[in-house]
């Protein structure tokens, strides 16, 4: 499956030291682009030049779903 129009590439998280792999981080980068399009009333669509700004805050969306997952996996394993 081919992904359109990231606001921050694989190769970018990576560098900004992300450590999901590829199909999972395609995953949550949708997710974080949908929501940053709901917050900009989808101002960054389409765009050739995506701020900074944009690309760091798709990186923390990313990074609190999965603390919010690994949270909830903690929780899980604390009730057995």
Known sequence: MKFKGQYLTYQEYKGLGGTLELTPFNILEFEARRRIDEITHNRMVGGN????????????????????????????????
Not at 56 to 75: G, P, Q, T
Request: charged share 40%; hydrophobic share 35%; net charge positive.
């Open 49 to 80: 030049n995506i701020p900074d700004e944009v690309k760091m805050c798709e990186f923390a969306i990313i990074n609190k779903v999965l603390k919010a997952y690994d949270d909830e996996i903690s929780r899980g394993k604390s009730r057995r």
